[in-house]
């Protein structure tokens, strides 16, 4: 199974990303910060991340580099 994380500050749309991609069959986890993006992907590993680029703590930019 292809694990994804959502990070996505707009809690409606983090919602709905995560409960399609669910029910499509992916195990998904969802953060609304840069930070709790990083702690998840300090841990785990994922097949794909789908991230907002404005953050409350940052951009999605910024993430990126950072998990390149």
Do not use: W
Not at 13 to 19: D, R
């Amino acid at each position: 199974m292809y694990k994804i994380l959502v990070v996505e500050d707009d809690v409606d749309l983090k919602e709905g990303l995560e409960f399609t991609l669910k029910e499509e069959g992916y195990e998904v986890l969802a953060a609304e910060t840069k930070g709790e993006a990083m702690a998840y992907y300090k841990t785990q590993k994922f097949d794909l991340v789908l991230m907002d680029c404005n953050l409350p703590d940052g951009s999605g930019f910024e993430l990126c580099t950072h998990i390149r």
